[in-house]
């Protein structure tokens, strides 16, 4: 029920009410969502949506600090001479 | 047409595709063996990083002495009886369009559930968003349509905006049926249960999307565990796992972020904003659990007009549960499905007798369709 995925606003509109709607791409999948709550997204970012609602625009640095983290775990054990590598035990 | 996590398996999907990486996940796997040095309890609250879990088999590459325990976050899970009792007799007005969430159909009432009574000649629709059931008010001004509001704090600004906005266009004929739940207050009845074996949370990403995660910091610190607001592709719960790992193995029960492309401290302010002019904060029995004090939200008195059980005078009912099933005991994480006798044999998706075996979120329904099989990477 939380679930929520990630798309690319591909238009803004305001609805009759002045509510911001915006036609958003998953993956070439189009569908309509809700963007009051993100009112600083622009045309081309990531949204996460959940039914409907854009929650929050993805903030690519943090996206790419996740991938990073590991890199530096793997820097810092092979600099103690013992590399990440996963053996099945 | 509802989107699906598999939806990724069939498009290139930014944000999803990269934090699926099984040699990076290996990777992870290895330095949280590295990190622990003895037996841990985990539990991950929401049921969508549950389905996570099983579904790629990351609890089996886990050491053995990292313990996952499964949460109460499956809003479908923990709706009282008595709510969907009531929705069933509302739903089985003439006048009525009863909207709800797919997941809700199937859950089992006192005596049966929204798609037989659907079958039996109730209008009952499935909806994506609150706003087609707006829209279906709308388009159908001599029926009522109530939409079944059901979820935590990921989902309420959704609602509240439904609501806000019927209020705005002065549509007489759309109601709420508000069952919605919040966590902190669950994490707080679950640390403080007596026998409690949890030593670490992983937050969910989504609501703390919502809300932030300023509101966790006293119940790390009163508790003194740590808890990470974690993501939920696999490499987010490895990474939100081995953060866990690494605060407990240093004494340290601190409140961080893993989630930080989508979640600030604060959460989202417009949001938040919405949900406190549009509800308030209420107590909430949870199914199975019982009730737990200010850990719901029901409407503001300005919106009560949208209040469905305002508007149908649905009377109170005696409710039955089935004696068999031990849902609460695994909403509490205090059991596991297989530690359930009816599991997979008297309780299936076909034939349930608790919600957490049809809910796509339920920890039931995770290990009947991942359990028997290769995981997904």
Redesign the interface.
Known sequence: ??????G?IISIEDNP?G?PMGKVS????I?EA?L????EAQVGD?V?V????A??R???E??Q???E??AE??EL?EEQG?P???TLQ | MSLSPTLSSRFAMKYIDEYRDETTALRYVEAIRRTVTRPWTLMEICGGQTHTILKFGLDRMLPADVTLVHGPGCPVCVTPVELLDKAIAMASRPEAIFCSFGDMLRVPGSHQDLLMTKAGGGDVRMVYSPLDALKLAQQNSDREVVFFAVGFETTAPANAMAVWQAWQMGLRNFSILSAHVLVPPAIEAILSAPGNEVQGFLAPGHVCTVMGYWEYEPIAERYQVPIVVTGFEPLDILQGLYMTLKALEEGRPDVENQYSRSVQREGNAQAQQLIRQVFEVTDRAWRGIGVIPQSGLRLQEEYADFDAERRFDVAEMAVEESPECIAGLILQGRKKPLECPAFGIRCTPEHPLGAPMVSSEGACAAYYRYGQRTTDW
């Open positions: 029920m939380c679930l929520g995925i990630p690319k009410l509510v998953f993956g070439g999948i569908k809700c009051a709550f993100t009112p990531y996460i959940h039914v409907g609602f929650l929050s993805l903030d690519e943090e996206a600090q996740t991938l983290a590991l775990l793997e054990a013992e990440l590598t996963y």
